[in-house]
């Protein structure tokens, strides 16, 4: 099959302080599976915006076979067959439609004007067609909310190949899913390349872009770097093109100083996900929580944390009982959330840094008859920018405008601003790339160093082994194991997480 050549030259962007794209080139083609990395801020993102007419006022010049093309709109990408699937899948959507309406979207929206009456019966013929095309056996009657995450995700590429595409650009697209869903989702990227459709993949999980990926473009600071053939190349040395230096080891030599019993679970349960769960955490410890995706981890935290309806149990912090309703009562008592999905829950995306800092702690910068101190809440930002290292050009910056990894860091700092007394990390490290990770691995040892009770969920077990004093394994809503960390190793914690070994 006769290739189709994309090519990006120059690409230079701005945004409001910040220089997002500096003359950056990139070339891929049709048939090829194409790994786009980059540390957080590195503008890997950006560039795919700018390729799918997310952003008009770029400069520099796109070519499709050599010859220059305009995009400056969604419509102008999908047009040329260049089609983009976000992070955030939920923003994508419409929940309240159908799988088949939500899949041919675009084509309905076009046809606006021109007919007078939807053809409902080409609607879910076609989009059966299409979501067979894949091999996705979804209803295209079924309402999109009551999809998960993954099946989601393959709406989006279903309604993406739904017209001639030429090129999808997936952007983290597994960080949200399971090992079976993440190896469903390859499956069908294998067939669409069989297909002669490109496909860019834009990841920090660089073992999954060396296993699928045939070649690799690495940015740092808004620049091009390199592009290599995967087969040319090795993980440790593309993690050296994306920091400009030598990783090293990532989690923070610790000697643990584990005080006295701090906060006592017993028996939670919300009714749904969470079934019995009794653990405990003492001052100065760092508990990992392993698990896969659907473990029930991020809903434990969320019960834990006074964010779900119909929690039953007891929780004891210091000694005393505590009676959650809310997150607001879980705050007031000591406690803290760092939330995965950090865009919808962690960070006000719409505010800027200095806003988010103070969040969470408004009493600590008040005057008199309640008159925010502004001039306070600015310095306190300045201090968090420069102890957490967030790349932002002010205090002032809109939080939407920074990348991942900082905003990750900002979801963090606003409880060390608020000094809580135990601290809970649902998968804290998810969309975020290996420099900014050891950031956080820095932050999270530092406050247990500082007698702070920490607990860690993630289904990344080599972070839980790297960070964790001691482990709780969750299976199907249960806690099926405790074990301390120089008792365990990866294949332990996998082989419990997929529900194998003994139940205690």
Known sequence: MERTVIEMKKITIEFPGVRALDQVDFKTETGVSHALIGANGAGKSTLMKVLAGAYSHYTGDIFINGEKVAIRSPKDAQDLGIQIVYQEVDTALIPYLSVAENIMLNETVSDLGKKQFVDWKHIYRRAKEVLDSIHVNLSPKKLVSELSLSQKQMILIARAISRDCKLLVLDEPTAPLSLTETDELFRIVRDLISRNVGVVFISHRLPELFDNCDEITIMKNGKFVIKEQIADTHVNQVVEHMLGQKLGDQFPDRVANIGELSLQVDNLNDQESVNGVTLHTKKGEIVGIAGLVGAGKTEFCKALFGESKKVEGKITLNGKTLKLKSPYDAVKEGMALVPEERRKEG????????????????????????????????????????????KTPSEKTIVENLSGGNQQKIAIGKWLVADAQVYIFDEPTKGVDVGAKKDIFKLITELADKGKSVIYASSELAEIMGISDRIYVMYDGKIVKEVMKKETDEEMLLLYSTGGGASE
């Open 347 to 390: 960070v006000l995306v719409e505010e800027t840094v200095t806003v988010n800092f103070s969040v969470a702690s408004m009493n600590n910068f008040l005057k008199v008859f309640s008159f925010l101190d502004f001039k306070s809440e600015a310095l306190k930002a300045q201090e968090m920018i420069r102890k957490l290292d967030v």
